[in-house]
């Protein structure tokens, strides 16, 4: 919870990153299914386009050893936009409900001098932690099925020439994207937890 300051900077309420941090840890453990079904979103998303990347690099590094060549459909990009859009949007709704369902818990929080920034905090943490776990969680099954798909089809010697640092550039990638799509999707629901009226939240009934 929020903790007042030293008399330096009276009046001042902090709230530490780690409680922060341990508060959204628990707050995905009470809504643990709804937890998996949103990271499994943000997997799913990843996944599309860790596979679609892994592709590119595989063809790309088999067409240096050979005169043959496999061009990236344009479809494929589309069933990665769709996916992510799809990805945004369940985790969108997904945080919606969360503050529908801690309307009282946050109004108990602002009652005891939780702040604006402290709820948006809470928020924001939790939808990193979706994203970290879903980014690693999208490159290593995107990752596995373009290395199966493709090494069953090109062998597995061409899959093993990939460069490590193009394997290390595509997780980046995965995590990063993974991370900045769930925060994202949270802005307009953390916000809307943040402005919530005490009295209001405590009131609420879903």
Not at 82 to 101: D, G, K, Q
Not at 118 to 126: A, D, G, K, T, Y
Request: net charge neutral; charged share 15%; glycine share 6%.
């Amino acid at each position: 919870m929020p903790t007042e300051t030293g008399a330096n900077t009276k009046g001042k309420i902090s709230f530490p990153i780690m409680n922060a941090f341990r508060m959204s840890l628990g707050n995905m453990r009470m809504r643990f299914t709804k937890t998996l079904i949103t990271i499994a979103s943000v997997t799913l998303g990843t996944s599309f386009v860790v596979f679609l990347t892994m592709t590119t690099i595989i063809f790309r590094v088999y067409a240096q050893h050979s005169d043959f060549s496999v061009p990236i459909e344009a479809y494929q990009y589309w069933l990665v936009s769709i996916s992510l859009f799809v990805c945004v949007v369940t985790i969108t709704n997904s945080m919606l409900i969360a503050v529908l369902e801690r309307c009282k818990e946050i109004g108990v929080m602002k009652c005891l001098g939780a702040l604006d920034r402290h709820i948006l905090l809470l928020f924001l943490l939790e939808s990193t932690i979706f994203g970290l776990i879903g980014g690693v969680l999208g490159f290593i099954f995107g990752g596995l099925a373009s290395v199966v798909t493709h090494g069953i089809h090109l062998g597995l010697d061409a899959v093993l020439k990939v460069p490590a640092y193009e394997a290390l550039s595509c997780f980046e990638l995965s995590v990063s994207l993974a991370v900045i799509l769930s925060i994202i999707a949270t802005l307009y629901p953390a916000y809307r937890a943040a402005k919530l009226n005490p009295v209001e939240a405590l009131s609420f009934e879903i």
